[in-house]
């Protein structure tokens, strides 16, 4: 596939604005490259916007956002629904480009795209929910109930690992509730989001509302810090490592805004004795080495017991000596490069002080030139410091363990709490695995990887991973604000609790 026929397709140029509301805007901010991280060649260049365009894309977002939250939301679901329809036609197209630029295998680049389409079909149905209860009051004559105002412009700043999806999730939710949205995507991956902005401008200009979805592509520094302390966004939607989260969350805090975090994971899968091994392999295998082990949802530790423990590592090592690696447009490839030579750096790193602190490699562990690493099985002994930290790599711990007990304790015992996983056939073990004594974290499944959520459930988790929840189910409150309403048809005025006053 060529580049220019990709970017024709897309709307992308070599040399592309970095930012756009209702219109592009011819920026004067510093030139950043695309680079993909397959050869390190650069894919496109992008004008990133400076503070004074980001002023002017807040300044149009929210002259937009009256006119859009008095839109019936059936009539803005209509207008996502024609997106989904761009995404649809648009799917191999930008889930190259998602490959080409993230470094992910074509499966999954397409696989990104398909869940924005999901996510589409999902904010429309939505559409015509966005329900509010209704409470019997106790005064005679009085009626309770509370509805969902949108809130305003929302901020939206999205990670390398997964460029469009996740923006999807937040943008698609955000606006069918009736707010307008300013997307900063990751430095790393500014074509895709430019490419997304254009797809969806072809809709929103068809209705008249360009303004709704504007896009800012800047520093961290410049545009990021903005958006923290910027009063006018109502709420923050970030997505990253906790060490960032936990900044934009104190700064965001500070203002009394809200934020909705997606922060670092360190997922577990456990495997009992007497699980179906053959599934247990294949999960551990797609949610370890997945997109380069670059998901938040990639499984990290693998807990093993002790009968199946020997029969299932050297199966590991096996089928991991078969992964194929390299570039990830072909389709045979099942691991393409991680972001960088630098994370391929921070990977060895890693390796070395897991090492010093006692740590096995097992298979894998070296450098396969440029951005490429080979997938690494470590044997990790209980309590190895480094397993506390989320290795954005393929690098997956193995631990044996003898009891649910011992290994619920040892599963826990790290500062995040996003996904989780449990293999056995024993219908106790998987109760108590999913009860309140058993995982900690936001999502946990049963027979199934810790990677891979569909977009119906609500995505997201526990402690330093920060709380917030995406996607489905009643996820959509996030972005909106309740408003609680007592209404008087009695034609006397009772007080609550019994009150006698005048
Ligand atoms: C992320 O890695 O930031 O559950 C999101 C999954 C994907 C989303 C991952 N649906 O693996």
């Known amino acids: 596939m060529l580049v220019s026929d990709l970017f024709a397709q897309l709307g992308l140029q070599q040399t592309n604005p970095g930012a756009c509301s209702i219109r592009w805007i011819e920026t004067s901010g510093p030139v950043i490259d695309s680079l993909t991280p397959d050869t390190g060649s650069v894919l496109g ?8 365009d980001y002023e002017r894309v807040v300044a ?14 059936p009539k803005r679901g209509e207008i996502i629904r024609q997106i989904g329809e761009e995404l649809r036609a648009a799917k191999s197209w930008l889930g190259a480009l998602v490959t080409m630029e993230m470094g992910k295998i074509l499966a999954e680049g397409e696989g990104e795209v398909q869940e924005m389409i999901d996510i589409a079909d999902f904010a429309v149905g939505l559409s015509r929910q966005l329900y509010g209860k209704t409470m019997h009051s106790e005064r005679p004559g009085h009626r309770m109930y509370e509805h969902w105002h949108p809130l305003g412009p929302v901020g939206v700043i999205t990670a390398f690992n997964f460029p469009v999806a996740v923006w999807a999730w937040n943008a698609l939710v955000a606006a069918v509730c009736g707010n307008t949205v300013i997307w900063k995507p990751s430095p790393q991956t500014p074509l895709t989001a430019l490419a997304v902005q254009h797809l969806v401008n072809r809709v929103m200009t068809r209705h008249g509302f360009d303004g709704v979805f504007s896009l800012v592509i800047g520093s961290n520094e410049e545009i990021g810090e903005a958006m923290i302390h910027d009063r006018r966004l109502p709420l923050l939607s970030f997505t990253g490592s906790t060490e960032v989260g936990r900044h934009v969350a104190q700064g965001v805090a500070a203002r009394l805004g809200k934020s909705l975090l997606e922060l670092g994971g360190n997922n577990g899968l456990i495997v009992m004795d007497d699980a179906d091994l053959e599934l247990a392999l294949r999960a551990t295998v797609f949610g370890a080495i997945g997109t380069a082990g670059q998901r938040c949802t990639s499984t990290r530790r693998l807990f093993l017991q002790q009968g199946i ?8 090592r096996r089928i991991y000596g078969q992964i ?3 570039n990830p447009m072909e389709p045979e490839t099942l691991m393409g490069p991680l972001a ?7 990977m060895l790193n890693a390796l070395d ?6 740590g096995t490699v097992l298979r894998g562990g070296n450098h396969l030139g440029g951005a490429f690493a080979e997938p690494t099985l470590v044997l990790a002994p209980p309590g190895l410091p480094a397993v506390q930290k989320e290795l954005f790599a393929p690098v997956l711990f193995v631990t044996e363990f003898e009891t649910l007990a011992q290994v619920l304790a040892w599963h826990n015992d790290v500062p995040q709490g996003l996904s989780s996983a449990i293999f056995t056939r024993n219908l106790t073990t998987a109760e108590i695995f999913l009860s309140h004594v058993g995982s900690d974290c936001g999502i946990a499944n049963v027979n199934l990887g810790t990677s891979g959520a569909e977009i119906g459930g609500a995505f997201g988790g526990e402690k330093d991973t920060g709380g917030g929840r995406e996607a489905g189910s009643d996820s959509w409150q996030a972005y909106m604000r309740r408003q609680t309403t007592t209404i008087n048809w009695s034609g006397a005025l009772p007080l609550a609790q019994g009150i006698h006053f005048l």
Do not use: C, D, K, Y
């Not at 149009?60 to 939301?73: G, K, L, N």
């Not at 960088?340 to 921070?346: L, T």
């Not at 002080?353 to 006692?358: D, L, S, V, Y």
């Open 45 to 52: 260049s992008v004008r990133q916007a400076t503070r004074g």
């Open 60 to 73: 149009e977002s929210s002259h937009v956002f009256p006119r859009w939250q008095m839109t019936p939301a």
């Open 309 to 316: 423990a020997a029969e299932f590592i050297e199966n590991l």
């Open 324 to 326: 194929r690696i390299g």
């Open 340 to 346: 960088s030579e630098a994370a391929v750096a921070r």
């Open 353 to 358: 002080e897991i090492r010093a602190q006692g």
